[in-house]
């Protein structure tokens, strides 16, 4: 694939990285990710990877944009307010870069349809706010030998961790079950600083881009945290894979 010359000028500053430089933009442009959740994560890490330039960025949401939603999902606008959040999605997306393609998936993501969900990407962004999808996409992109990045956040804190097949422990092997309903409380309840979304929606969708590229050190096998508050990140050493997971581990 050799670059337009509209590509090469607006994928500059990529080409000058030697870690990028043209092949790696062309396989950005050859690549799909799939973002589950057009909230506030999926918000800055779907418009990161559409201005990089993944030639397929998939948005899948069930819900509709509400007023409440525009204090930290800056994929919508007061104006479409009502409106199908993954249309809106869309629509931000093209006006960023209108040729990535983005298919569209106005559906709750559930056991009867998350496998084909995935069929088609490289790469899945976990950045849905409820643990029963969270273990639901660790489970079936392990089955199906999808990396994805999964990420959290709650008031003035976030969490990331990537899972890449043999390469670390995933999801479930860390968290092990969801919790008892009403456990934890959501974001509903004790609310959320918006610009947290950005923050660590923008490091899933570097993970992504450092996957599809090949290039640095993933957060396999580790656990970044961040307190807005004390300004201070922290990385977690996880266990290896636990042979008795459920969804990972190899018995016998």
Known sequence: MALAPEQTERYLRHILLKEVGIVGQEKLLGSKVLVIGAGGLGSPAAMYLAAAGVGTVGIADADKVDLSNLQRQILHSTERIGQAKVLSAKDTIKSINPEVSVPVFQEMVSSENIMGLLQ???FILDCTDN???????????VATGKPFSHAGILRFRGQLMTYVPGKGPCYRCVFQSPPPKDAVPSAKETGIIGAM???????????????LLG????LTGRLLTYDALKM????????????LC???GKIG
């Not at 029963?132 to 660790?138: G, P």
């Not at 979304?197 to 996957?211: F, P, T």
């Not at 290039?215 to 993933?218: N, Q």
């Not at 201070?232 to 042979?243: A, Q």
């Open 120 to 122: 088609e990407y490289d």
């Open 131 to 141: 643990f029963e999808t969270k273990f639901l996409i660790n489970d079936a992109c």
């Open 197 to 211: 979304g950005g923050v660590i929606g923008s490091l899933q969708a570097m993970e992504a881009i450092k996957y």
């Open 215 to 218: 290039i640095g050190d993933l």
């Open 232 to 243: 201070e990140f922290r990385m977690v050493k996880l266990p290896k894979e636990n042979k």
């Open 246 to 248: 459920p969804a990972c």
